[in-house]
């Protein structure tokens, strides 16, 4: 089992930063970890991950805007995403996720919404 607990959100103005980080301890060893988002009434998309061996992925929509990186202390992986240039559509609650490597990121991306381990969940909201 894998925990994990996000910070950071809020609220920015359209083309404004927010960070957002994420805690995982426990088994987290060959697990690949990454940020989802859902909108309102709409369904939990992936946005950005990072592969057990620092291979990143993104969605397109996020490309050139969001970078996502990992740091490791004291037996806790450390996952971030810095969010630039926001949109007001990139408003959402965004939520950690971690699940066993797999082989493709679409793979990860399914296995992950099926049996990932996931966070609270935090808001970001975007104002234009």
């Known amino acids: 089992q894998v925990q994990l607990v996000e910070s950071g959100g809020g609220l920015a103005q359209a083309g404004g930063s927010l960070r957002l980080s994420c805690a995982a301890s426990g088994r987290t060893r060959f697990y690949s970890m990454g940020w989802f988002r859902q909108g309102p009434g709409k369904e939990r998309e992936f946005v950005a991950g990072?592969?057990?061996?620092?291979?990143?992925?993104?969605v397109e929509s996020v490309k050139g805007r969001f970078t996502i990186s990992r740091d490791s202390a004291d037996n806790t992986i450390y996952m971030h995403l810095q969010m630039n240039d926001l949109k007001p559509g990139d408003t959402a609650v965004y939520y950690c996720?971690?699940?066993?490597?797999?082989?493709?990121?679409?793979?990860?991306?399914?296995?992950?919404?099926?049996?990932?381990?996931w966070g609270q969940g935090t808001q970001v909201t975007v104002a234009s």
């Open positions: 990072i592969g057990w061996h620092g291979d990143t992925h993104y």
């Open positions: 996720g971690a699940g066993v490597v797999t082989v493709g990121w679409d793979t990860w991306v399914r296995s992950t919404k099926r049996n990932g381990s």
